[in-house]
């Protein structure tokens, strides 16, 4: 299993790939098998990351979240293995980098589906989750996003931009403790 699931993660990187993959039900059966291995295994990561590069294209993201891709990402999201929940914060970022094909039909989905709460405990997580999960907030709320079309927001910059921002400077403080030589944190 795990061989064949390499070889679907070589071929979805290939952007010409991702959309007649999607068609052809690749995505539809990785995650089944990200369902299959919810405790946690390394075909669950490998699996969710053909659902990621499979959701990095603009055509795929709806067929995707039909299929069940954002519950599986929100659902992985919670993963204790940091390499999983990254993967997860990662399909999250693809699908709001696209999301607004198709009239905003994934972005709607998305924050239908519940990603904001997913968002909020990403970007307080350190290294990749937190940097995906920042990344997806802002495709989802940032610049050129209409404003108040988000439950509860009352304009402004939403809540999850200013998490955003407090995200950034720690990778900021990080990175220059780094050029200091200190320690990372």
């Known amino acids: 299993l795990e061989a064949a699931l390499v070889m679907l993660v070589n071929m979805s990187v290939m952007p010409e790939c991702r959309l007649p993959m999607v068609r052809g039900g ?38 995707l979240i039909e299929q069940g891709a954002l519950q599986i990402a929100l659902q992985s999201t919670r993963n204790a293995d940091p390499k999983v929940s990254a993967v997860a914060a990662g399909i999250l970022s693809n699908l709001a980098l696209y999301g ?22 990403l970007i307080q997580q350190r290294e990749r989750a937190g940097l995906s999960g920042a990344k997806a907030a802002a495709y ?3 610049e050129g996003v209409e404003r108040g079309s988000v439950p509860g927001e009352k304009g402004g910059e939403h ?27």
Do not use: W
Request: glycine letters at 12%; hydrophobic letters at 40%.
């Open 140 to 142: 989802l709320f940032g």
């Open 26 to 63: 690749s995505g539809e059966a990785a995650i089944a098998v990200t369902r299959a291995c919810e405790g946690g295994s390394k075909n669950l990561e490998i699996a969710l990351k053909i659902v990621q590069n499979l959701s990095a294209n603009d055509e795929t993201g709806e067929q």
């Open 100 to 121: 607004k094909a198709n009239n905003f039909a994934v972005r709607r989905a998305m924050l239908e589906g519940g990603v904001v709460q997913a968002l909020e405990s």
């Open 159 to 185: 809540p999850l931009l200013v998490a955003c921002g407090k995200a950034l400077g720690r990778l900021c403080n990080a990175l220059q403790h780094t050029l200091d030589g200190k320690e990372l944190y």
